[in-house]
Structure formats: C-alpha cells, structure tokens
T-cell receptor, first 113, second 113 residues
Framework: GENVEQHPSTLSVQEGDSAVIKCTYSDSASNYFPWYKQELGKGPQLIIDIRSNVGEKKDQRIAVTLNKTAKHFSLHITETQPEDSAVYFC????????????FGQGTELSVKP | NAGVTQTPKFRVLKTGQSMTLLCAQDMNHEYMYWYRQDPGMGLRLIHYSVGEGTTAKGEVPDGYNVSRLKKQNFLLGLESAAPSQTSVYFCASMNRVSDSPLHFGNGTRLTVT
C-alpha cells in the first residue's frame, strides 16, 4: 500500500523567512496530494492541494510543487508570520478514493517573531 | 452551520470498558471517516462510510466498530478498550462531488488506563 514520508519533523524559522516541507510517496497510482494545517486543539484544515496533472499550484503565500517522476511533493510558505506556527501534514490518495488519505508524520513549524 | 461536531471532547476509560464516540455533520455530506492521530505517526484511517447504512474498513480497523444509521451521524465504538487505543480521534466528512475537501472535527482525546 501507499506510504508517505514527511521531513523535517520540526522546523523553526524567523518571521519573514521561507519554510519548506517535503514529502515522498511510494504508490505511483496516487494522484491527489493535499496539505493540512493543524492548530493546537483543533482538527486539520485543508490549506492547499495538487493533482498529478499539475506541477505547481500557488495560493498567496503558499505553494505546492509535485515531481511525479521522483514521487515527491513540497509545501513552500513565503514571508512566514507567527500565525503560520502549527503542525502541517501532507497526504496522498488515489483520486477516486476521496477521503481515504495516507498522511505523513507531520511537521511542527515554529515562526519566531 | 457547525460543520463537523465530535462528542465527547475528552474521555478516560479503564482497560476493558466500552464507549461510543459520536460524530455529527450538518453539511449533508455523503462520505464520513474516522481517523486516529498518534505522535509521530500522522493520522491513520480506522473506518469510513460512503453513505447511510454502509461502512468499510480503513488502515487500522481492529478493535473498533462503526455505524452509520443516519446520513448526518457516524458512530465509532470501542467494545473492550485497550491502552493501545489511547489516541486522539478525528471524524471527517466530505461531499462526493469531485474536488471536495475533507472537513475535520476538533477531535476526541481518549486515554485508556
């Protein structure tokens, strides 16, 4: 089955710097790759996603890139702010399996003012 | 519009006791899911349902049962709790329309002693 590896497990940056979180997946049939942000005491919330027919997607300060050949995808956050501090999870699934996601282990991002 | 609501928020059980976690969604979503979150392991799918009256096993179903008697509710049962079931449990739902995001509740923290 699918396996998703996420790195790093913790990341500390200064406010205004960029942050990059990387994930690799094992199943070449996976074609949907969402990223979730989880704040303390809350459930994960979708922040951006990408499908395998696209190499890059941007939404304001966040972007996701996908390399299907290498089976890895990355989250990029630019101009980080203290409110970006949270745990971020990548995930992968086969499109027609909807919410049956395989999650990475999570990255705890800390943005220092 | 409350989204996905989980009850209770916290619970402590003794080994061998039983309990039911309730998930309710008011978005008229067809699909519902139960995930567990453990440190360093991300979220793992326990069971899911693609419609009222139907359920299926996920990645880690052993020791759990589920029921979806009404479209808006998805119940997760532990018949005989074990310390290995100490975790944070998240319910999620999504519309069956393509490209719909997964909406999570705020979780139930369960401790089994």
């Amino acid at each position: 089955g699918e396996n998703v590896e996420q790195h790093p497990s913790t990341l500390s940056v200064q406010e205004g710097d960029s942050a990059v979180i990387k994930c690799t997946y094992s199943d070449s049939a996976s074609n949907y790759f969402p990223w979730y942000k989880q704040e303390l005491g809350k459930g994960p919330q979708l922040i951006i996603d990408i499908r395998s027919n696209v190499g890059e997607k941007k939404d304001q300060r966040i972007a996701v890139t996908l390399n299907k050949t290498a089976k890895h995808f990355s989250l990029h956050i630019t101009e980080t702010q203290p409110e970006d501090s949270a745990v971020y999870f990548c995930a992968a699934s086969i499109n027609n399996q909807g919410g049956k996601l395989i999650f990475g282990q999570g990255t705890e991002l800390s943005v220092k003012p | 519009n409350a989204g996905v609501t989980q009850t209770p928020k916290f619970r402590v059980l003794k080994t061998g006791q039983s309990m039911t976690l309730l998930c309710a969604q008011d978005m008229n979503h067809e699909y519902m899911y139960w995930y567990r979150q453990d440190p360093g392991m991300g979220l793992r799918l326990i069971h899911y349902s693609v419609g009222e009256g139907t359920t299926a096993k996920g990645e880690v179903p052993d020791g759990y049962n589920v029921s979806r008697l009404k479209k808006q509710n998805f119940l997760l049962g532990l018949e005989s709790a074990a310390p290995s079931q100490t975790s944070v449990y998240f319910c999620a739902s999504m519309n069956r329309v393509s490209d719909s995001p997964l909406h999570f509740g705020n979780g139930t923290r369960l401790t089994v002693t």
